[in-house]
């Protein structure tokens, strides 16, 4: 009877399973708390992993709780091995890593994922910095971001500073950009979705969004929103890895990523919110109210 218990256990689940490996809040929307509920959302069993637990994100100055160690990660993965069922988890997911004892934590996750399951993906959102504000993160995690974790992973979605520090190059125009990208696939990734990106002919009331893969380069152009809130990139690096699982396709999961983030950021800034309202636009998740069209370049 153990053995026939344990059989049940390892049997795949027909539902496609995601490892979040994030930050988490009590009040708004960032790390899991922005990633996870727009994946179930769309159908996807997600098993959240926090990496530290605030009571809301360090945007506003003041916040309470505490950052969990990478041990305390490595606990938690060894109790859903124990339950048998690494070998039906689709894909990891990370973003922003306090510290580079959690990142190799996350690494040594993806490792164990892969021995289970062979055909389980990485997904990871190096972040690091941005326009306008640089590195933000603490010192060594831009290094191991580039050095350890970029090289271990699947499917990376750096915004346009990121891309920028990943492959050594200042880049301002769209050959730049792709020169730029082909440096971060030959460090490993064979998806590279680039956000936030502005190059010389992006217009001023615009952003871009370039997904690479196989040698080709697909853009999204949206409206640039008078918004500015916490939780976008987790959202968006979740909302592609779905729809690219779904159809192993770049340019359609940059479409419909796309879409749903900027749905859920214009009804955020009719708002007029703090916070994206990913519950209250959640219909955008599923049928997003405005599509834009993909172009390859």
């Given amino acids: 009877m153990a053995v026939a218990a344990a059989e049940v256990l390892c049997d795949r689940s027909p539902m496609v399973a995601v490892l979040s490996i994030q930050s988490h809040v009590a009040y708004g929307h960032v790390g899991n708390s922005s990633a996870v509920f727009p994946l179930q959302r769309l159908g996807i069993e997600v098993w959240p992993v926090h990496t530290v637990q605030f009571s809301n994100h360090t945007g506003y100055g003041e916040w309470k709780g505490r950052v969990f160690d990478g041990q305390a ?19 990891v997911l990370s973003g922003y890593l306090g510290s580079a004892d959690i990142g190799h934590a996350v690494v040594q996750t993806v490792q164990r994922v ?72 030959a460090l490993g990734p064979r998806v590279v979705l680039t956000t936030s990106l502005e190059t010389d002919d992006t217009p001023g009331d615009a952003v871009d969004l370039l ?11 949206t409206p640039r929103l008078d918004v500015s809130v916490n939780g976008a990139g987790d959202a968006i690096a979740a909302l592609f890895l779905a729809h690219w699982l779904a159809g192993r396709d770049a340019g359609s999961a940059l479409g419909a990523a796309a879409a749903s983030v900027h749905g859920l950021l214009a009804a955020t800034e009719q708002a007029r919110s703090r916070e994206i309202l990913l519950v209250a636009a959640q219909e955008e998740f599923v049928t997003p109210s405005r599509t834009f069209p993909v172009e390859e370049v």
């Fill in 114 to 185: 892969r021995q289970a399951n062979p055909a389980a993906v990485y997904c990871c959102d190096p972040v690091i910095g941005d326009v306008g504000r640089g590195v933000f993160v603490r010192p060594g995690i831009p290094e191991f971001m580039r050095d350890v974790a970029v090289p271990a992973a699947d499917v990376v979605t750096p915004n346009h500073f990121e891309l920028d520090f990943l492959s050594g190059a200042a880049t301002r125009t769209l050959d730049e950009v792709q020169a730029a990208v082909a440096t971060v696939h």
């Fill in 73 to 91: 990660i490595e606990e938690v993965v060894d109790g859903i091995a124990e339950r048998g069922v690494l070998g039906s988890c689709d894909a």
């Fill in 211 to 221: 997904a690479s893969e196989g040698g080709r380069h697909f853009r999204v152009r």
